[in-house]
């Protein structure tokens, strides 16, 4: 029997509903996902613009899902900020905290200092990542195993020193706060591998970038850092604590707010420039970030930063600190939080919600 004119129409209806939606132009999933909106470029170092989701072109439902959850789980996050090419689209914080309020970074300092060794570098006060201990840090007493050490060793955790960290219950860690020099503690330590095979997380190195920074510009790191990389980024509001020589510790202990943090990691995903001037190197933030070295908590290790093999990279830091940036998606997220355990959930943010909301 020949097929009714009606039973034509309704295939023809269905052929052409199908081909639209598969083109995108209907959502009959309910995603939120909308054209974004062309926004202008901008750069904070005054004050941050907002945008809703949809104007980036983010996900709301999915971004909105993630607070709930941060706010139903029963970690210590402070802080979640997703900011898309310059325009915040969320910024939340939780657990008593507030957007004035400074928090640390503990091993995202690590960051900040390695991008104050690539800006010394621009400026010819160290002549690469190829120099070695003895020239980084010249009339200073070592061991003799130290002097093929070079500033990529110590860039990359791979310089050959002892861990010091969470793998070993700090021991290493505490003997260097305690110490009456942490540097030449730093320095009297043995060799537990050839510099450069393999990885080695050791907050000691850090430290000793820190000190070089001190040789090698006249000033601490926090004075350089106020002159070189936090003025151009209109940061003004921190605290960074020094050991007993005036060193300001290289591995942690500088306190920003999430904004702040916010800032460094826009930095880095518009390849170092700022108000039009180069504030870090772009070759440097190419070089920083890539995969130099295969890690542990991620999969490779950069210039004091962790790379996944993914497309991202992040600063990271103990009880939860991020600063996450993802170049192909255009965004950088900020989380802070307060006990060891955040550390694992927060990390899990970026492919629970993070990447999905950017269509990655």
């Known amino acids: 029997m020949a097929p009714l004119l009606g039973d034509k129409r309704v295939l023809l209806t269905l052929g052409i509903l199908i081909i639209v939606v598969a083109a ?59 900011v898309y090419d310059g325009y915040i689209v969320i910024e939340e914080y939780y657990n008593g905290y507030k957007r004035e309020d400074q928090q640390s970074l503990y091993s995202c300092t690590k960051t900040v200092v390695s991008t104050l060794i690539g800006i010394a570098i621009t400026e010819g006060k160290i002549r690469g990542v190829d120099e070695k201990l003895p020239d980084l840090l010249p009339n200073t007493a070592m061991e003799p195993w130290m002097r093929e050490i070079t500033l990529e060793n110590l860039l990359t955790m791979s310089a050959g020193l002892p861990g010091d960290d969470w793998l070993y219950d700090f021991k290493g860690l505490n003997e260097m706060l305690a110490a009456p020099d942490p540097l030449q503690y730093a320095l009297t330590r043995p060799m537990v591998f050839p510099p450069g095979s393999r990885f080695e997380y050791t907050d000691a190195v850090s430290h000793m970038l820190s000190c070089i920074i001190s040789e090698k510009t006249g000033m601490s790191a926090a004075e350089y850092a106020e002159q070189k990389l936090f003025a151009p980024l209109g940061i003004t509001d921190y605290t960074w604590t020094s050991d007993a020589q005036g060193r300001n510790w290289g591995y942690a202990r500088l306190k920003l707010r999430a904004l702040d943090m916010a800032k460094i990691g826009l930095l880095y995903l518009r390849g170092g420039n700022w108000e ?62 307060g006990t060891p355990e955040t550390y694992s959930y927060n990390l899990g943010l970026a492919e629970r919600f993070i990447i999905p909301a950017a269509g990655g």
């Open 276 to 337: 039009g001037k180069e504030v870090v190197p772009a070759n440097w933030i190419k070089e920083a970030t890539k995969h130099r070295i295969n890690a542990n908590l991620l999969d490779g290790y950069g210039y004091q930063l962790w790379v996944d093999d993914g497309g991202w990279y992040t600063a990271l830091g103990y009880m939860g600190q991020f600063i996450m940036v993802f170049p192909k998606l255009n965004t950088v997220a900020v989380f802070t939080g």
């Open 24 to 82: 995108g132009g209907i959502n009959l999933l309910g995603l939120n996902r909308q054209q974004k909106t062309n926004l202008p470029k901008y750069y904070p170092t005054q004050e941050w613009r907002t945008a809703k989701p949809e104007e980036t072109g983010l996900n709301a439902d999915i971004l909105a899902r993630m607070v709930t959850d941060i706010k139903a789980s029963n970690t210590q996050t402070r802080s979640s900020l997703v």
